[in-house]
């Protein structure tokens, strides 16, 4: 396993800046996922880190050793590519095996390790197939299998799992995890996909326009979000501006469009009369049951059934807000109805 430091790394193609000087340190055998739209850098990063890209600044170590001018093939780090890359003229076992071939590992060693990782990830009895004769989730299971056999130090995924179905990426992205933390390989991890990156990982890295937005585990990330732009893309959020008109301590009010919120503002900033940002999740805005505090009335503008839960759009004093309910209930477009928010469920962005 290798400890991964990135310091005040850099690349621009063509003048436009993919990775701007962003610094990051990874632990020994964690999973830490990249998180972020299409263009934010976060592949340009993993790419870097794999040392396809030379970086225009900055440094990249594997625990204490410099890696910017090792090749690839000498980083003893291996990736899971988004297509699979596997080759259609050999079968699961060469494929798997080939990694070991090029570093010249006796043929009854590769037989060892082959079979350990096809037994590993439900593959045993398939060497002999090739890939055309393999499902989606069977050929990320040998893209996998050819990435781990080599035993390396830094384990790399590049969205591995968007190709396959929802269903199916589900059971993949568990495996996954699962085979990590058996391992303990330290892993980098490279989506698009909110829900698959807290479902799978111990860190995540959130990055917008080639910078670092916020780093945290999956539960600070989504609850207690930074900026306007990790709220609005972690989960669903309702995102407005106000008015600090009262501050006691960590207590406040702040006047918004749609009405008066006691919040708790802890230590961060603001004084009476400061324009704040601030959000709160539709699961955070509860339907009224009395003696609640932040109550809003409102009116039901969709109603949308999930299966677990039912999705509200209400209009507030004009203002368009998001709400979920259980999947029971029985509001409908058109109908009244209240709801609260609890104080500490109001998050104040930067």
């Not at 050929?139 to 990435?147: D, F």
């Not at 989506?191 to 539960?219: C, K, Y």
Request: aromatic share 8%; glycine share 8%.
């Amino acid at each position: 396993m290798s400890r991964l430091i990135l310091k005040n790394l850099a690349k621009s193609f063509d003048n436009v800046m993919a990775v701007d000087h962003i610094s990051l340190e990874v632990e020994e055998g964690e999973f830490v996922t990249l998180l972020g739209p299409s263009g934010c850098g976060k592949t340009t990063t993993l790419r870097t880190i794999a040392g396809f890209y030379q970086p225009d600044e900055g440094e990249i170590y594997f625990n204490d050793r410099l890696m910017n001018e090792v090749p690839p093939a000498k980083r003893n780090s291996s990736m899971c590519f988004q297509s699979y890359a596997l080759f259609p003229h050999m079968n699961v076992y060469d494929n798997i095996a080939f990694g070991l071939k090029m570093r010249k590992v006796p043929k009854p060693e590769q037989k060892k390790r082959v079979d350990k990782v096809l037994g590993m990830l439900s593959l045993a009895g398939m060497g002999q197939r090739k890939p055309s004769q393999l499902s989606g989730g069977q050929q990320q299971r040998v893209a996998l299998a050819r990435a781990i056999v080599t035993e390396p130090d830094i384990l790399l995924f590049d969205e591995p799992l968007s190709n396959l179905d929802a269903k199916l990426r589900v059971q993949v992205r568990v495996e996954i995890k699962e085979m990590q933390k058996r391992l303990g390989i330290t892993s980098i991890y490279v989506t698009h996909d909110q829900d698959e990156a807290l479902a799978i990982s111990d860190r995540i890295v959130v990055m917008n326009q080639g910078q670092i937005e916020q780093v945290g585990d999956p539960q600070s990330i989504y609850l207690h979000p930074k900026t306007s732009f990790v709220a609005g893309f972690i989960g669903l959020a309702n995102i407005f501006e106000g008015r600090i008109i009262e501050r006691q301590g960590s207590k406040a009010t702040v006047e918004a469009s749609f009405g008066k919120l006691r919040a708790l503002m802890g230590e961060k900033p603001g004084n009476v009369g400061d324009a704040v940002k601030f959000s709160f999740r539709p699961e955070s805005m509860k339907l009224y049951r009395g003696g609640d505090e932040n109550l809003l009335r409102g009116t039901i503008l969709h109603a949308i059934f999930m299966g677990d839960a039912t999705d509200l759009f209400v209009d507030v004093e004009g203002n368009r807000l998001r709400a979920h309910a259980d999947s029971m209930t029985t509001l409908s477009a058109g109908d009244p109805a209240e709801f609260s928010i609890a104080p500490n469920a109001i998050q104040f962005l930067e």
